[in-house]
């Protein structure tokens, strides 16, 4: 079983920074990858920023360089850093994870981020 909490989302204004947490919890259950997606309202849910389990990271492409991801092993923390963030930031932001061998998918219950004036 795997369980995926994420916090840290909220209001913020244009060009400043949120970061958000995803505390993974499993059992004996191998993790292939861990990440971020994001779904904008009325939008299919996109990729924002994976690490593999041999640490190959991938980011979306409209994250153009402004978003960090990083693991904390010690903590089982998935950590997405977002600085200069935009008005099109806007949407609900999950944490995600597939077992190793690809058959599972698991999901947060999603955090807020709204970047508005």
């Known amino acids: 079983q795997v369980q995926l909490v994420e916090s840290g989302g909220g209001l913020v204004q244009p060009g400043e920074s949120l970061r958000l947490a995803c505390v993974i919890s499993r059992s004996s259950i191998s993790l292939g990858v861990v990440g971020w997606y994001r779904q904008m309202p009325g939008k299919e849910r996109d990729m924002v920023a994976t690490i593999t389990e041999y640490n190959t990271i991938n980011y979306g492409d409209s994250i153009q360089g402004r978003f960090t991801l990083s693991v904390d092993n010690a903590r089982n923390t998935v950590v997405l850093q977002m600085n200069s963030l935009k008005p099109e930031d806007t949407a609900v932001y999950y944490c995600?994870?597939?077992?190793?061998?690809?058959?599972?998918?698991?999901w947060g219950q999603g955090t807020q981020v709204t970047v508005s004036s």
């Open positions: 995600n994870a597939v077992s190793s061998d690809k058959t599972k998918t698991y």
